[in-house]
């Protein structure tokens, strides 16, 4: 049986929590494979509809940060 991965997407600010993540990318940390990055311009004005399409398109988890 194989080990369970849940696929997260993480719809993140582009003025401080991307800034953060590209930081953690140039400092060679490594983030699991499942994890998806989609990059905003404000966490504030993200729609519900596009978090309910990202589950109904096979996402376990979702991280909304800003």
Known sequence: ?????PKIVGFLCNWCTYAAADMAGAAKTKLPSSFN????????RVD???LLTTFFNGA???LVAG
């Not at 049986?1 to 991965?5: A, L």
């Not at 990055?37 to 504030?44: A, D, F, K, L, N």
């Open 1 to 5: 049986m194989e080990e369970f991965k």
């Open 37 to 44: 990055v989609v990059r905003i311009m404000c966490s504030g």
């Open 48 to 50: 519900h509809n596009l």
């Open 60 to 62: 376990d988890g979702i």
